[in-house]
């Protein structure tokens, strides 16, 4: 038995033959000689218009599939083709060095590629992953080879070992076929693992280079949950491993089925399970997973991917469609949250030393009345006899809640003196994902309806280390002290004044962490649609006295490792 060690990129037990997936562009046949520039070019814009049509297809399989936030990668390797510096420097490649189409393709997409991937950051060396596999599918129409289908006619159940996988790759594998994946390289946030978890298959990834040696066919083992792998196993280890995959199994059967009830606790405490989402499709998706409401419409993805800023009319229609979708269920939209990771090409935010202490979210929209005062007409619009509710993001003043609310009071203000309908009792809620917020929040609370608790970026704010960098990641874990006891200190203060508190951000998916914001008194969890029936079987599986003990105990401790070790003794955190 054989033992790799790599990153646990997606929960579960995964149990069969290895499948090595190593795809090489075929493109033996190269002409030879000097090559004809004119005849070149001609062939490579033949190549970029088939391109893009493929794209445009894989585009709205993937959709249909995954949602349209993970399926716009598809969207960016469009803009690729696109791209004028990178097309010059391919058509420099002909002209000037008399290469063929594919070799000037490959070496002008390989000089960006190095160079992406010279930033040292995860979210560049995703890019980088990105131009090579539009690379790689220019030269394979270039090279008339069909696009690779082994991945797509998949007959048997198999676990995928690859270097990486593509954004293509993932897209046509036939995915009933699929038990799990190993990569040797990539990180928890690399495209394989957010698909992963996507679609619910156990993943174990960044494993290094070794993990191509195992044999085709090889009997394997995911541990998804551990990070990792197990060649030719004994049969004493396989057994076991097979017990706890059908035991899970069996468990996320009655969990889901148990879903559709609302979420309270074993005494009668109700709290709200919601979902985060970005579209319509991932709102049906939440539903289905027994979501009560969504917490959290994050509505940048709809300005991502594009020239310009989708019109109040687009907006529209949009949330319009997502709020046809929930009903009359509770739907928080996020005003733009822009900047720092997520930027916008067209908006010229301009380079920043620090973006993520820079002009983004509310900053920005605060600036740009010609973005929010559109946005906040296009949601207003969409709430006529829905339950549309409204959430700033990046609140760090009282001033900056009070000018959003002057800038929304302008805009309703306007629609009722045209005449244009919308719900006048809209809910309005902040984000508190600043320290400064979270400290202030018994000044806040009287302003709004409600809170939520945007860990992602408190965390990050309060340890002082960047969300995206994998070298600080050990600073950030939501069961620090520090992070506790501003959510204990948030909820008070709103509680005090009678408003409630929700929270979007990863911790409130995170199993670990569900007993204490429960017993902190949490009064909604919104998260990845997934996990939903999880989370609403373990609060269903303690009583409200119960958490508050467990959220006291925790909050005495003085590190992340003490509140985990204390879970542990409880038999809540991973041995
Ligand atoms: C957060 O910061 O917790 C959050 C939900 O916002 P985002 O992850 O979009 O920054
Ligand atoms: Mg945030």
């Given at each position: 038995m054989k033992t790799y060690q790599g990153l646990a990129a997606s929960g579960g037990i995964a149990i069969g033959p290895a499948y090595i997936y190593l795809p090489e562009v075929q493109c033996a046949q190269l002409p030879c000689g000097p090559v004809e520039p004119a005849a070149e070019l001609a062939r490579l814009e033949r190549a970029i218009v088939e391109a893009q049509k493929q794209l445009a297809a894989i585009y709205e399989k993937s959709v249909a599939e995954v949602g349209e936030e993970a399926a716009a990668i598809f969207l960016a390797h469009q803009e690729f083709l696109s791209d004028p510096e990178l097309l010059a420097e391919v058509k420099r490649q002909i002209q000037e060095q008399h290469a063929p189409a594919e070799t000037a393709v490959e070496t002008a997409f390989e000089i960006y590629a190095q160079q992406l991937e010279a930033l040292e950051d995860a979210y560049y060396q995703e890019r980088a992953l990105d131009l090579r596999d539009v690379s790689r599918r220019l030269r394979r129409i270039l090279a008339g080879v069909?696009?690779?289908?082994t991945l797509t006619n998949l007959t048997s159940p198999v676990i995928i070992i690859a270097r990486d996988l593509t954004p293509s790759d993932t897209a046509q594998m036939n995915k009933r076929m699929v038990l799990g994946f190993c990569t040797a390289t990539g990180g928890l946030t690399s495209h394989t693992a957010i698909i992963a978890r996507i679609l619910g298959i156990p993943a174990v990834v960044g494993i290094g280079e070794d993990i191509l040696n195992v044999q085709p066919g090889a009997p394997l083992i995911v541990d998804g949950h551990e990070g990792i792998v197990l060649e030719n196993a004994d049969e004493d280890t396989m057994t076991k491993y097979k017990k706890q995959r059908d035991a899970e199994a069996e468990r996320q059967r009655k969990e889901k089925a148990a879903a559709h009830k609302p979420a309270a606790t074993a005494d009668g405490h109700r709290v709200e399970v919601v979902a985060n989402i970005a579209d319509a499709a991932s709102a049906q998706i939440a539903l289905d997973f027994g979501?009560?409401?969504?917490?959290?419409?994050?509505?940048e993805y709809l300005f991502l991917n594009r020239q310009s800023v989708p019109t109040e009319e687009e907006q529209y229609r949009d949330y319009r469609a997502v709020a046809d979708v929930l009903g009359n269920r509770p739907l928080i939209i996020r005003t733009l949250d822009i900047g720092g990771d997520k930027q916008l090409?067209?908006?010229?935010?301009g380079q920043e030393a620090n973006p993520f202490l820079g002009w983004r979210a509310i900053r920005l929209c605060l600036d740009n009345p010609h973005i929010f005062e559109p946005q906040l007409r296009a949601i207003l619009r969409a709430s006529v006899e829905r339950n549309v509710q409204i959430m700033f993001p990046m609140i760090a003043t009282l001033e900056e809640v009070q000018r959003a609310k002057e800038v929304l009071a302008r805009v309703q203000a306007q629609l009722a003196q045209e005449g244009v309908p919308f719900d006048p009792h809209t809910q309005i809620g902040i984000m508190v994902e600043v320290p400064s917020a979270a400290l202030i929040a018994d000044i806040l609370?009287?302003?709004?309806d409600f809170f939520s608790i945007g860990t992602n970026d408190l965390i990050q704010y309060t340890m002082a280390?960047?969300?995206?960098n994998e070298k600080v990641a050990?600073?950030?874990?939501?069961?620090h002290p520090a992070v506790l006891r501003l959510i204990q200190h948030v909820i008070q203060a709103a509680h005090r004044v009678g408003k409630w508190v929700g929270m979007c951000g990863e911790m409130a998916g995170d199993l670990e962490a569900i007993p204490i914001l429960l017993g902190l008194g949490l009064d909604e969890f919104s998260m990845n649609a997934p996990t939903i029936p999880a989370a609403k079987s373990l609060i269903a599986s303690l009583t409200l006295p119960q958490a508050q003990e467990i959220a006291q105990t925790a909050l005495s401790k003085r590190t992340a490792e003490e509140v985990r070790d204390y879970l542990r003794s409880l038999g809540l955190a991973q041995q």
């Open positions: 069909q696009d690779q289908e979501a009560e409401g969504v917490g959290l419409f994050r509505t090409p067209y908006l010229n935010i609370a009287p302003e709004v280390c960047d969300r995206v050990y600073l950030y874990d939501p069961l």
